[in-house]
């Protein structure tokens, strides 16, 4: 299963970017799929996940402005960011808990996008 991000890059505060991540490989199904976090020094955060459902989980920090959504058919998931702070610097990384066609079950992580916040 490989994770494939797009997006990222260098914004002022104040404003937008988006990330999307396509997951494709040996998938049966996808349970949660969403954005991990992680700063210079820190340690990596949950940003936002979505189940199979369509129930999402948001980190407070970035409740009312960060939006997770999620297309099934395409094993896809959009993380549009908007109101960036300069607290927002990370390296964004795509995760999702998969089961493969051999019926496995697992954690997968893409390869991380830099998002920077700075004027």
């Known amino acids: 299963v490989n994770l494939v991000e797009s997006g990222g890059g260098l914004v002022q505060p104040g404003g937008s970017l988006s990330l999307s991540c396509t997951a494709s490989?040996?998938?049966?199904?996808?349970?949660?799929m969403g954005w991990y976090r992680q700063a210079p020094g820190k340690e990596r955060e949950l940003v936002a996940d979505?189940?199979?459902?369509?129930?999402?989980n948001y980190a407070e920090s970035v409740r009312g402005r960060f939006t997770l959504s999620r297309d099934n058919a395409l094993n896809t998931v959009y993380l549009q960011m908007n109101s960036l702070k300069p607290e927002d610097t990370a390296v964004y990384y795509c995760?999702?808990?998969?089961?493969?066609?051999?019926?496995?079950?697992?954690?997968?992580w893409g390869q991380g996008t830099q998002v920077t916040v700075s004027s």
């Open positions: 995760n999702a808990y998969v089961t493969t066609q051999l019926r496995l079950r697992d954690t997968y």
């Open positions: 490989g040996s998938i049966f199904s996808i349970h949660t």
């Open positions: 979505t189940n199979s459902e369509g129930a999402t």
